[in-house]
C-alpha cells in the first residue's frame, strides 16, 4: 500500500533487479556473478555460508559499496548513484550500527525520525518492536536483543518501501524472534518489500516467499522456501513395519507406494511415516562449507 501510494511512475517494475553482479576483493571474488529479481511486496531470504558473499551483494543494493561489474537497479534507480530522496525510501537495519548508547531509546527513533519526510510516529514504533516499556532507557542499558530491536525500530521509522536486514535476530531468546517475526509479516501486508539475510533456516521458511541461496558468490538456488532445490518433487522416505520388521524405501513416487501398500496389507498401514526432505537437507546439499574461492 505504501509502495503503490508513492512511486506511481514505476509500479510493476521489480523492487529489485540485478544481472551479472561482480565484486572482487583483490583476487578473490566475493560475488561472482549474480543474477536476482526481488518483486514489489515480496520478502525474499539469503542463506548461505559464512563468506558466502550475502553481505556484500546486499550492501551493493544499498548504495554502500561500488560494484565491480553488473546492473543494479532499486526501487527504479541504480544504488550506486543514487541520491538522499531514494535513500528516504530504504531503510536499513545493518549487523552492526554505530553507537547511540547516550540516548534513550525514545530519542535516537525521534532523531532519525527527523531524516524522513513521512516518519512513522515514535510510540508506533515503540509499540512495534516491542520497547514502548523501554523508552526512556539509554542504549548503553539495554541488553543484546534490546539493541536489536532498537536496531529494526531506526530501519522502520522512515516508513521504508523497501528494508534491508541482514541477519536481523542474532541474539534473539525464541520470543523475540517469534514477535519479530509477526512485525515482519505485518509490514509485507502493509506492502513493504523486504530483503532479509539470515542463518536461521526456520525463519527464511516462516517469513520469505521466496530463498535465495548463495555460495561461493554465486545464487546456486532461488525458489520459494517449500520447494527450495526441488524439495518438492524430489525424492522421499516411506517407512513402515511389515512382518514384525522395519522397512524402508526412497521413491519418487510416494503416494503410488503408499497405495500399493496399502491394498497389499488390507488398510492400515503400521508405523507409516512419508519424510520429505527438509529445508536444511536441500540447503545443506546446496551449499559446501569452504572459503569463498580465489581467482586465478
Ligand atoms: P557472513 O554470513 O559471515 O556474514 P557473508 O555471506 O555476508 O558472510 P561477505 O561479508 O559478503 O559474506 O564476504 C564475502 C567474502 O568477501 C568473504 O570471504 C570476506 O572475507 C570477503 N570480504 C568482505 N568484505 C571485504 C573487504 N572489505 N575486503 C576484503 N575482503 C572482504
Known amino acids: 500500500m505504501i509502495a503503490s501510494a508513492r512511486l506511481p511512475t514505476v509500479s510493476g517494475q521489480p523492487a529489485i533487479q540485478v544481472r551479472g553482479l561482480v565484486k572482487a576483493y583483490g583476487s578473490l571474488r566475493a560475488v561472482d556473478g549474480i543474477d536476482l529479481e526481488v518483486q514489489r511486496g515480496q520478502c525474499v531470504a539469503l542463506l548461505g555460508p559464512n563468506g558466502a558473499g550475502k553481505t556484500t551483494t546486499t550492501e551493493?543494493?544499498?548504495?554502500y559499496r561500488q560494484r565491480d561489474a553488473g546492473d543494479?537497479?532499486?526501487l527504479g534507480v541504480d544504488p550506486g548513484r543514487a541520491d538522499r530522496r531514494w535513500r528516504t525510501r530504504i531503510g536499513i537495519v545493518l549487523q552492526q550500527v554505530g553507537d547511540l548508547a547516550e540516548l534513550t531509546v525514545r530519542e535516537s527513533l525521534a532523531h532519525f525520525a527527523g531524516y524522513y519526510p513521512d516518519p512513522r510516529p515514535v510510540d508506533e514504533v515503540l509499540d512495534r518492536v516491542g520497547?514502548?516499556?523501554?523508552?526512556?532507557?539509554?542504549?548503553?542499558t539495554l541488553s543484546g536483543g534490546q539493541r536489536r530491536r532498537l536496531d529494526v525500530g531506526l530501519g522502520i521509522i522512515g516508513r521504508p518501501e523497501l528494508l534491508f536486514l541482514?541477519?536481523?535476530?542474532t541474539g534473539f531468546d525464541p520470543e523475540a524472534r517469534r514477535e519479530f517475526w509477526s512485525l515482519i509479516a505485518s509490514l509485507r501486508a502493509e506492502g513493504a518489500t523486504i530483503l532479509l539475510t539470515?542463518?536461521?533456516?526456520e525463519e527464511a521458511e516462516a517469513l520469505a516467499d521466496m530463498v535465495g541461496v548463495i555460495n561461493r558468490g554465486r545464487l546456486v538456488a532461488f525458489d520459494p522456501p517449500h520447494a527450495l532445490g526441488g524439495r518438492h518433487t524430489g525424492t522421499t522416505?516411506?517407512?513402515w513395519t511389515e512382518d514384525g520388521a522395519p522397512r524402508s524405501v526412497e521413491t519418487e513416487t510416494p503416494t503410488a507406494l503408499v497405495a500399493e501398500l496399502a491394498a497389499?496389507?488390507?488398510g492400515e498401514v503400521p508405523n507409516l511415516t512419508?519424510?520429505?526432505p527438509t529445508l536444511e537437507d536441500m540447503y545443506l546439499d546446496l551449499v559446501d562449507d569452504g572459503p569463498g574461492q580465489a581467482q586465478p
Do not use: C, F, N, Q
Not at 516499556?133 to 548503553?140: E, H, L
Open 60 to 63: 551493493i543494493l544499498e548504495g
Open 72 to 74: 543494479v537497479t532499486v
Open 131 to 140: 520497547l514502548t516499556a523501554k523508552a526512556d532507557a539509554r542504549g548503553r
Open 166 to 169: 541482514d541477519e536481523p535476530t
Open 198 to 201: 539470515t542463518h536461521y533456516l
Open 237 to 239: 522416505r516411506v517407512a
Open 264 to 266: 497389499r496389507m488390507g
Open 274 to 276: 512419508v519424510t520429505r
